[in-house]
């Protein structure tokens, strides 16, 4: 009963009693107040679980160093090593390297049946006829342009051996001595050289092959390594001038081998451009083709093969100056040392900020949909036609929602933290406090502002997700880049 003698009841006994009454309505609710705040809990708990189920298949033998009973004492005991000599090519990236070995500088050659013919699209008539790929003998070809034509038809003509030099007490060097290449696609790592370990053959460029002549040779990188069997099958190589690096642009765009289906595949082995090349000066620019990656998202390294192509060049011309005795060695290449390393996959980075975006707005439909909940019950009114004030009624739903907002926040935090999402271990936490302070408040009025758009929980609650959703992408995926942009106005 209202005392008439008082007037309508003061903003702090409205505001104490509406707590009272939220706690109560809060407390019967405690269940969901409960799930919504271990919702982070629960997120880096599945982290954590996927993160040690990755980790454990990472850990299986054949994602790490190879390893191999060896009877070292000669006792038919054997020990467990672990080394680069027992790994392959996929397991080699994880050992302990001390003294990476040396292997031969190779150049990237296409397989045969993609090598450069001639074809209606590429108006060239020095290209082989396409016979050639029937037969598997298509030659290597290599385009050379340049400010003199002379001049670039003499170092072409320095860049293939007419013969396979092997030496056979240094097998290694003759490989580097000569101009082998292989069609295996290059590793990240260059460790152990896929070529040698594929079972691709080797090609040595010549400038002539006799008929199907092929060498085969056995290499050792060094004492500790195994020996290795190569087949080296002789490609005739192919210098063609071209008038302009123009023309030679085009000519490699048309050959280019994914894409439009109808256009015949040429590929070619390198270009060289010697520019204004002199007596007195070398100036060039090669091609080389980077894109040798394939479906299986094998990582694109071409560059590993770029180092002879370079050394072709500036053996050709120095023997252009000094005569065919003088020769410029690329005897090896060699990566370097390296300690034992593990493989590993963070899921957390793997799953990017877009998520932890999502993670932390998802409040903004649970507090609309809170909102218009109070509205379309009536209660509002309700407490509205008891005397309850404006003022009270906001201040205590934004408390509420501040308080909820902020044990989320800190829930994500502490357990993000304690499983080392870097997230929130990398950054210092004074300024996340600030920053999650100030966008839990934002958020918060937000939901306010939306909630007199709505009357209906249930469109509420579709349209918050919605905006959960589409701020995300929007903002990872255009926003982003017109903020990091140098262009945007930084004042
Ligand atoms: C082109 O190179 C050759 C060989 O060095 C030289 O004799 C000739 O003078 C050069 N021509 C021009 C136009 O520079
Ligand atoms: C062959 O290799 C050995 C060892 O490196 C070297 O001493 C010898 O001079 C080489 N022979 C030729 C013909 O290059
Ligand atoms: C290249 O230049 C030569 C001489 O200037 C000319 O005869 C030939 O037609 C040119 N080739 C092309 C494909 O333009
Ligand atoms: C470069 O390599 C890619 C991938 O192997 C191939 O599709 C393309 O045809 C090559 N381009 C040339 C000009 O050889
Ligand atoms: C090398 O060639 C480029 C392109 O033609 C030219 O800009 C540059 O000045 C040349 N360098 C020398 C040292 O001649
Ligand atoms: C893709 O790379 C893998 C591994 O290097 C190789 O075995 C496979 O043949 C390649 N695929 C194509 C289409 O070249």
Not at 190 to 208: G, K, T, V
Not at 233 to 252: F, P, Q, T
Not at 442 to 457: G, M, R, Y
Request: charged share 15%; net charge neutral.
């Amino acid at each position: 009963m209202a005392d008439p003698s008082h007037g309508p009841a003061s903003f702090g006994t409205q505001a104490n009693a509406l707590l009272r009454k939220n706690l109560t309505f809060q407390k019967r609710n405690i269940k969901t107040n409960i799930r919504l705040i271990s919702f982070p809990f629960i997120l880096c708990l599945l982290l954590v679980l996927l993160q040690s189920l990755v980790n454990n298949e990472l850990d299986k033998p054949k994602n790490n160093c190879g390893c191999q009973c060896v009877d070292t004492n000669g006792g038919g005991q054997c020990q467990k090593q672990c080394g680069i000599q027992y790994s392959t090519v996929d397991q080699v990236g994880t050992c302990p390297i001390e003294s990476p070995p040396k292997w031969p500088p190779l150049m990237q050659v296409p397989a045969p049946q993609y090598r450069a013919v001639r074809s209606d699209s590429v108006p060239f008539m020095d290209l082989p006829d396409d016979s050639c790929r029937t037969a598997g003998s298509c030659p290597a070809t290599m385009l050379f342009t340049g400010s003199n034509q002379s001049l670039g038809e003499i170092l072409a003509g320095n860049m293939f051996p007419s013969s396979f030099a092997l030496n056979s007490s240094d097998v290694f060097s003759s490989l580097s001595n000569n101009l082998v290449g292989s069609s295996s696609w290059p590793e990240l790592q260059n460790f152990l050289e896929p070529a040698l370990f594929s079972d691709l053959p080797l090609y040595n460029i010549q400038r002539q092959c006799s008929l199907n002549s092929t060498v085969s040779v056995t290499i050792q990188a060094s004492s500790d390594m195994p020996q290795v069997n190569l087949e080296l099958s002789c490609v005739r190589g192919l210098n063609l001038w071209r008038n302009s690096s123009a023309a030679v642009n085009d000519e490699l765009y048309k050959g280019y081998r994914k894409g439009n289906p109808d256009r015949k595949i040429n590929e070619i082995v390198a270009a060289y451009d010697f520019l204004n090349t002199d007596d007195n000066n070398f100036n060039a620019s090669i091609w080389f083709n980077s894109t040798y990656e394939n479906d299986s998202g094998n990582n694109p390294m071409a560059l590993l093969r770029v180092p002879r192509s370079v050394n072709l060049a500036s053996n050709a011309y120095l023997q252009f100056l000094r005569g065919s005795d003088t020769k410029i060695l690329l005897e090896f290449v060699k990566e370097m040392p390296k300690p034992q390393t593990k493989l590993r996959l963070d899921i957390s980075s793997l799953l990017g900020t877009l998520f932890f975006t999502w993670v932390i707005i998802q409040l903004f439909p649970v507090i609309l949909s809170a909102l218009v909940y109070e509205k379309q019950q009536k209660l509002r009114i309700m407490m509205k036609m008891h005397g309850l004030g404006d003022g009270p009624y906001w201040l205590i739903s934004y408390a509420y929602f501040l308080t909820i907002s902020a044990l989320y926040m800190l829930c994500f935090v502490i357990f993000g933290s304690v499983i080392g999402l870097k997230f929130f271990t990398l950054n210092d936490y004074s300024i996340q406090f600030v920053f999650y302070l100030i966008y839990i408040n934002l958020q918060i009025a937000l939901a306010f502002l939306a909630a007199a758009f709505f009357s209906n929980v249930k469109t509420a609650t579709v349209v918050g997700y919605i905006v959960v959703f589409g701020t995300g992408l929007l903002g990872g995926f255009l926003f982003q880049f017109f903020v990091q942009d140098a262009s945007f106005p930084s004042k």
